[in-house]
Nanobody, 115 residues
Framework: QVQLVESGGDLVQPGGSLRLSCAASGIIFSIQTMGWYRQAPGNQRELVAH???????NYLESVKGRFGISRDNAKNTVYLQMNSLKPEDTSVYYCSAWRGVNTYWGQGTQVTVSS
């Protein structure tokens, strides 16, 4: 059974930082592309960042320079370091794993950026 469990979401003030974690089980983590999506109420889910099995990364334009995605294959965990947070970053953040036609999702973690 595949499980992706996110943690680290919180309420933070504008300009603050958070680190999201996603622990995976039931998959061969090292060969998966891992990504973080987000979805705010009334909006479509969007891909924030992803990291391939070889470590290549890509980011949504609006988070470049502020967010960093990384992975620890020994811990089957992917991280999203979020700095200089803005109110528009408020969303539910979802971890995803994919390889070929298989895609897996976590349950999401809420990030709220507000003063």
């Amino acid at each position: 059974q595949v499980q992706l469990v996110e943690s680290g979401g919180d309420l933070v003030q504008p300009g603050g930082s958070l680190r999201l974690s996603c622990a995976a089980s039931g998959i061969i983590f090292s060969i998966q592309t891992m990504g973080w999506y987000r979805q705010a109420p009334g909006n479509q889910r969007e891909l924030v960042a992803h990291i391939t099995s070889s470590g290549r990364t890509n980011y949504l334009e609006s988070v470049k320079g502020r967010f960093g995605i990384s992975r620890d294959n020994a811990k089957n965990t992917v991280y999203l370091q979020m700095n200089s947070l803005k109110p528009e970053d408020t969303s539910v953040y979802y971890c995803s794993a994919w390889r070929g036609v298989n895609t897996y999702w976590g349950q999401g973690t809420q990030v709220t950026v507000s003063s």
